[in-house]
């Protein structure tokens, strides 16, 4: 059984900091692209950063500039460090992995239970 398990949300002001971390655990052969995606009240979950395992990284224009996504292959992990971080960042956090798990013979997609972001002075 393949599991991923967020960490790192909170509250916290307008322009404060906060870092995500997700973690893969269970019956893994191999992960593949890694992100972070983040669905808020009234609206439909959205991709925030995605990490390749060769470390190319993607942004979603709101995001640029203030976000910085990590991860450590070795340990299946991946990170969020956001900063600056607005109102409108408000939101539940998911994690996303593409894991090729033991006695499965596709990849898929796996999902974090999510970890709620609120910024609000």
């Known amino acids: 059984q393949v599991q991923l398990v967020e960490s790192g949300g909170g509250l916290v002001q307008p322009g404060g900091s906060l870092t995500l971390s997700c973690a893969a655990s269970g019956s893994i052969l191999s992960i593949g692209t890694m992100g972070w995606y983040r669905q808020a009240p009234g609206k439909q979950r959205e991709l925030v950063s995605v990490?390749?395992?060769?470390?190319?990284?993607n942004y979603a224009d709101p995001v640029k500039g203030r976000f910085t996504i990590s991860r450590d292959n070795a340990k299946g992990t991946v990170f969020l460090q956001m900063n600056s971080l607005k109102p409108e960042d408000t939101a539940v956090y998911y994690c996303n992995a593409d894991i090729l798990a033991r006695l499965e013979s596709e990849w898929r997609g796996y999902w974090g239970q999510g970890t709620q972001v609120t910024v609000s002075s």
């Open positions: 990490a390749t395992t060769g470390g190319s990284t």
